[in-house]
C-alpha cells in the first residue's frame, strides 16, 4: 500500500485524480475485509496531507458516495471507516465541509439503526450549517429533536426545537410539517404543558397521513395529557372533546377519561392502573414551595377528631391532577366542605387542602370562597351549568329557564330534575322512531 502511494505521488497532478479514484474502488472490493480499514485510513490521511484540495475532494466524495451506497455491508466495519475518516478530516473541516456533513449523516444513521440516540444527535449538533438551505437546517434541527426525546432528553431537545421553529416556514413538505407537529406536542408534553400537548396530540390524530395505529398512539398521549392538566373550564373543554370522540371508547385510559368529564370522584385503585402507563417524566416529582408548607401547617385545632393525614401537598405530577380533579368534583356535589372533610377526601392536611383550594379559587379554576373563622369552603352555586348534549352525549340540545325561587341552594337541585326528565323523554323519543317501544294511545 504504501508503496501504490510513492508511485502516485510522483505523477502529474491531472493524472493523479484518476490514480486515487481506481485505488479507493479497489480497496473497496477486496476480499480480505480485515484490510479495508487499515488502508483507507492511510490513504484518506495521503490525500489529506499531501494532495491537493481539487485532487482531495474528488477522492474523498468518491469514497462517501460509496460509503452511502452501501458498498461495505458490514455494519462494523462501515462504522468504523466513517468514524476514521470523520477523524481525519475533521481538523480541515473547512476545506472538506460538505464530505465531512455526508460522513455525519452516515454516522447518524448507523447509530440510529443501533439505537444509540443521544450519540446520534451529538453527530449531527457537529454538522456544519453554514452551507445548507434553510430547508435542510429545519429537518436537521427536527431529527435532532426527535433523537433527544427518544432518551427523554427534553431540556437540550427545546433548544434545537426552538431552533427549528424559527425556521419552520422554509419547506412546503407534508412529512417534515407533520415530524414538527409532532415534536411540538412532545416538547409540551416533557415540559408539563400538558393541556397545550393534549390539544396538538389530539389534532395529530385526525390526521389520515399517519398509520392508524399511530394515530391510536397519539390519541392516547392526548388523553393521558388531559388527564394531567389542570383541572379546570379549559381541561373540561379537552375532555368534552376527547370523550365525544369514538375512538376513545377502545383505549385502556377510557374508564378514567369518562370519570374525569364526568365529574366523578377517582379512587386509588383507579389512579394506580392509570399510573401504570405513565412514562418517566409524567411520574416527576414536584417541590412544595416554602409559602404553602407554611400556610398547610394550619390544622383545626378546635376539633376533637385528628387529622386523617399529615401530608402537606401533592407529591407528583399525577398526584396534584387528581386531587385538582376530585376538588372540582366535589364542588358538584357539595354546597360547602369544611377544611378537614375535603383534607380526607383528597388525602391532605387541613391547612393543605385548604390551600390548594385557595389557589384554584384564585386562579378561576373554581368557583367559591373561603370562610377561614368557621373553616369552610363554599361552592358558588350559581356556576353556569354543562350543556346537555354535552353531559347527555348528545341526545339533543335541552331548554333551560332560570326560575328565581328564592332559595338559591335548590336551584341546583331543579335544574338537575328538569334536564334528567328532558334527556328521558328525548331517549323515549329515539326508541319509539325506530319502533323499539310503542306510544300509548289515549281513549278519546
Known amino acids: 500500500m504504501d508503496s501504490r502511494l510513492t508511485q502516485f505521488a510522483a505523477l502529474n497532478q491531472k493524472d493523479k485524480a484518476p490514480a486515487y479514484l481506481s485505488l479507493v474502488s479497489e480497496i473497496l472490493t477486496r476480499q480480505d475485509q480485515s484490510l479495508i480499514a487499515p488502508d483507507l485510513h492511510t490513504l484518506v490521511e495521503t490525500v489529506v496531507q499531501d494532495v491537493g484540495i481539487v485532487v482531495g475532494r474528488q477522492v474523498l466524495s468518491e469514497l462517501v458516495r460509496n460509503l452511502g451506497t452501501g458498498s461495505i455491508s458490514d455494519h462494523n466495519l462501515r462504522k468504523r471507516i466513517v468514524k476514521e475518516t470523520l477523524n481525519t478530516l475533521q481538523p480541515r473541516i473547512v476545506s472538506y465541509e460538505e464530505q465531512v456533513n455526508s460522513l455525519r449523516f452516515q454516522l447518524a444513521d448507523l447509530l440510529e439503526t443501533e439505537e444509540e440516540w443521544s450519540e446520534a444527535a451529538r453527530v449531527l449538533m457537529g454538522i456544519s450549517s453554514r452551507s445548507l438551505p434553510d430547508e435542510e437546517k429545519f429537518r436537521v434541527n427536527i431529527r435532532i429533536v426527535r433523537l433527544l426525546l427518544e432518551d427523554e432528553d427534553s431540556v437540550q431537545a427545546e433548544t434545537y426545537y426552538n431552533r427549528a421553529a424559527s425556521l419552520s416556514n422554509s419547506t412546503s413538505d407534508r412529512e417534515t410539517q407533520l415530524q414538527f407537529k409532532l415534536c411540538q406536542a412532545r416538547i409540551s408534553d416533557y415540559a408539563r404543558k400538558f393541556l397545550e400537548a393534549a390539544m396538538r396530540y389530539h389534532e395529530l390524530s385526525w390526521l389520515a397521513e399517519i398509520d392508524e395505529e399511530e394515530r391510536k398512539e397519539m390519541l392516547s398521549a392526548a388523553v393521558t395529557c388531559a388527564v394531567l392538566a389542570p383541572a379546570g373550564p379549559n381541561r373540561s373543554r379537552v375532555l368534552a372533546s376527547l ?132 373553616k369552610l369552603i363554599w361552592f358558588d352555586a350559581a356556576r353556569e351549568e354543562d350543556d346537555a348534549q354535552g353531559k347527555a352525549g348528545g341526545l339533543g340540545d335541552v331548554e333551560q329557564t332560570n326560575e328565581d325561587t328564592g332559595a338559591p341552594f335548590t336551584k341546583r337541585w331543579d335544574l338537575q330534575i328538569r334536564m334528567t326528565a328532558a334527556n328521558v323523554e328525548t331517549i323515549v323519543q329515539h326508541l319509539a322512531e325506530k319502533g323499539f317501544v310503542q306510544q300509548p294511545t289515549v281513549a278519546a
Do not use: C, W
Open 243 to 374: 370523550y365525544r370522540d369514538e375512538r376513545s371508547a377502545d383505549l385502556p385510559s377510557y374508564n378514567i377519561l369518562s370519570k374525569m368529564f364526568l365529574d366523578h370522584i377517582l379512587r386509588p385503585a383507579e389512579i394506580r392502573t392509570f399510573e401504570e402507563r405513565l412514562r418517566p417524566h409524567q411520574l416527576a416529582k414536584i417541590a412544595i414551595s416554602s409559602n404553602d408548607q407554611l400556610a398547610s401547617t394550619i390544622d383545626d385545632d378546635d376539633s376533637a377528631e385528628p387529622s386523617t393525614s399529615t401530608r402537606r401537598g401533592p407529591s407528583t405530577v399525577l398526584d396534584r391532577a387528581v386531587m385538582e380533579h376530585n376538588l372540582l368534583a366535589s364542588s358538584k356535589i357539595y354546597n360547602n366542605i369544611t377544611f378537614r372533610g375535603l383534607g380526607a377526601l383528597l388525602d391532605l392536611a387541613p391547612g393543605a387542602a385548604e390551600t390548594m383550594a385557595r389557589k384554584m379559587i384564585e386562579q378561576g379554576r373554581l368557583k367559591g370562597s373561603i370562610d377561614q373563622v368557621d
